[in-house]
């Protein structure tokens, strides 16, 4: 990354020099593509991306600035967003030839609020089928030969390869988390329900999440602060006040955090390397861990979230399904197969299944810690680019709702980064990145 | 029905005659027992009722009085219980022999509000299997030869019968309305999620709504009042200002109601008197009604009705299907052998019909209609005790969630009553009242 390009500034900084004079969008935003256009042959982040548009956008920023009218929290600042997320002035295609050439007419929730907020939309990155399994063209940063893991393939690897600061994703299962940790970069995936997915390709809405992807985690809070609303088309969404993300983030932990060291039912899975670090990691804090086992019930997590996952999205892709199944992956196509033989009282237990355990995790974090420490990703990014990687070591918290973040901490034994995942208590979003913080300077 | 006995009081005055000192809750409860003793004989509307602890109830309430502590809306006032709501202190059954013996340990959420507001808990009433179709013992007040209508059997024959001035129901597809209507009693059924149904056998989340049964539509403003609120135990409920029921619905109309007849796509189950009934009705009312037929979707709202309500009771019934199938009767264990078969997919787009569905119903109120005019049945209480009667006229409006009325203002040629069924917009139950107050004035 060149030191002293803006494109390599954090989103909070670069939105304060804009705020300060020392700096211009359009400057910030050029940065941005040449970035991009150095780059972007190898790690192919991009699906839509209008340079000129971009820049039209950047410089009726800076003309609002000089005009000294009021400015947002991200004024001028570039923000690349999924293409799932719809954008009425780019098309939208969700990953499928089945949606070549849809444009949306009207935003997504959390594009009107980025763009209230200031924002510039960079373009659209790529995302895998429907956000489902099947890759899209995007290689890992970090090395072109390995997955950046999906399904925010694009937005993950273009906030690694520092296109641009910001970039918002979902997560259905591990789709924020795993390209987070794959890339090497902060990934957030706040409480289900607090961000408004009204104008994203639904999947299920039992599952659904908006995640972004950013620098550090200071950047986290800020896109949250801008992010969390209520909207009407959202029914998980509620009317809630402002949660003043940016200052409990950067607050002292009043007493140093308990961090409760869960393996899960899948850590046969992690290799030698991930081990061997979380063994270091977990050794450098010393008391302020411990391991955690789970109680008996979480390791059906996995069975109920595939019914949910299967039964929502059969429904969800049943005009797909019936126009165009041939022009699907057979990863997607044989979901929704599954999905369409699913019975409803199968789908209804394992909805019910969903509030006993997120009461089980209350009682965890009530009783003693503040967060879980747990793998986001059973090691580095694997080689290929068939597939993006194992979303097992999220399963379990996306379909608890719980607020997770993968911080790029630690790396594999093949040198490329490891993610540290911390998942917080249901609502308790910014203490989160409260302890986040304190654990990004603890291992410092 | 004794003119002079307190037992032939609508609440609310009762309630007033209490509060100033006219009446004691001992002598109301007694004149309650009284009429019981001498009509439940060929009734059979109580399933339990133990005298000594509602006079010792009563007992309280008027020492309450006496210390000049304050006194609830209901101070007083006796109510009867639909045997599939939980109260502490009385056996809950839910009319299946599978639960023979069974007692809450808690009271269900209106249970605690009616106990809140001063009034006495006088018994539970007899309710149909598990509030489903197969009938209890209890017997239509106007001609024992002919049914109550179910599921609220008892409930609306003992307030028909004189023997209390207040009953809790259920709706699920027509539980309140018909029977209210076939008893010629007031029914009401507010909108899903206003009343809290926490403590109550739950047949279908969806679908599911607390009813109630008085003698007038002053009553259940009153009742309205007492038992709307918030409930964690359930998800549907929401914090919400107090609604004023009891204000609004006394209130004239600001302009003269316009009332939109709706005769179904069921109309043609509606026998001849009760065809020139409404004929008569709709006459008198002149210009104040007009006939209103529905958009075409609306024909498919029976069988999206069912598709959800044998899903989700499949799913509630899971425990006494697996271990006593063989108690059930025929016809609740074929309902959930159909649900147990019925697809994920097909119950959720069942869901997603409602919203637009409810959307359209909310257009039709904006425009033009204050109420909607449907029969509350299609006829009056067919004779025979092996069924209960046909929901249809009632399936569409609790699918939808809207508020719904019926009022005892007509006659069948056989001399049963025949209910009129308002049904106003969701979440506007108060004017809802208001309008029925209006109507049951125009048709003195």
Redo the contacts between chains.
């Keep these: 990354m060149e030191a002293l390009s803006p494109a390599s500034l954090a989103a909070a900084d670069a939105a304060r020099k804009i705020r300060e004079g020392l700096l211009t969008s359009e400057e910030l935003v050029a940065a941005c593509l040449e970035r991009i256009r150095a780059t972007e042959r190898s790690v192919q982040a991009w699906t839509f991306l209008d340079e000129a548009h971009a820049l039209a956008q950047a410089r009726a920023a800076d003309e609002r600035k000089r005009s000294g009218e009021p400015i947002g929290a991200l004024h001028g600042v570039p923000v690349g967003i999924k293409d799932i997320i719809d954008t009425a002035d780019m098309p939208t295609e969700n990953g499928t030839v089945l949606h070549k050439g849809r444009a949306p007419r009207e935003d997504a929730a959390v594009v009107k609020a980025l763009r209230a907020a200031g924002a510039v939309i960079l373009g659209k990155t790529v995302t895998t089928e429907c956000a489902y399994f099947a890759p899209g063209k995007t290689r890992n940063p970090h090395n072109p030969e390995h997955t950046p893991g999906g399904s925010s393939s694009g937005s993950a690897a273009a906030v690694a390869a520092g296109m641009v600061p910001l970039a918002l994703g979902s997560q259905t299962n591990g789709s924020t988390i795993r390209p987070a940790a794959f890339c090497g970069v902060y990934g957030f995936k706040p409480t289900h329900g607090l961000i408004p997915r009204s104008g994203i390709l639904e999947l299920s809405r039992t599952l659904d999440h908006v995640g972004f992807f950013s620098r550090n985690v200071e950047d986290l809070a800020l896109l949250a602060e801008v992010l969390v609303g209520w909207d009407e088309g959202d029914p998980d969404t509620r009317p809630r006040a402002r949660i003043p993300f940016q200052t409990i983030s950067s607050e002292e932990p009043p007493i140093e955090p308990m961090l409760a060291f869960v393996k899960t039912p899948h850590w046969e899975k992690v290799d030698a390397g991930t081990r061997e670090a979380f063994a270091e990691l977990t050794g450098a804090l010393g008391e302020r861990v411990e391991e955690v086992e789970l109680f008996a019930s979480a390791a059906d997590a996995w069975s109920w979230h595939k019914t949910i996952m299967e039964?929502?999205m059969?429904?969800n892709f049943?005009r797909e399904w019936q126009q165009g199944r041939g022009k699907l992956s057979e990863q997607l196509r044989s979901l929704i197969e599954r999905?369409?033989?699913?019975?409803?009282?199968?789908?209804?237990?394992a909805l019910?299944r969903i509030r006993p355990m997120v009461e089980g995790f209350d009682e965890l974090f009530m009783e003693r810690y503040d967060a879980i420490l747990t793998p986001a990703a059973p090691g580095t990014a694997p080689k290929g680019l068939s597939a993006t990687g194992d979303p097992s070591f999220c399963t379990l918290w996306t379909l608890c709702g719980m607020p997770a973040l993968s911080l790029p901490l630690l790396q594999g034994s093949d040198g490329l980064p490891l993610g540290v995942q911390l998942v917080g208590r249901r609502g308790f979003d910014a203490r989160l990145l409260r302890t986040a913080r304190w654990l990004v300077e603890a291992t410092r």
Excluded: K, L, P, S
Excluded at 339 to 349: F, H, I, L, P, S
């Design positions: 039964a929502e059969a429904a049943e999905g369409r033989e699913t019975r409803a009282v199968d789908y209804q237990r019910r």
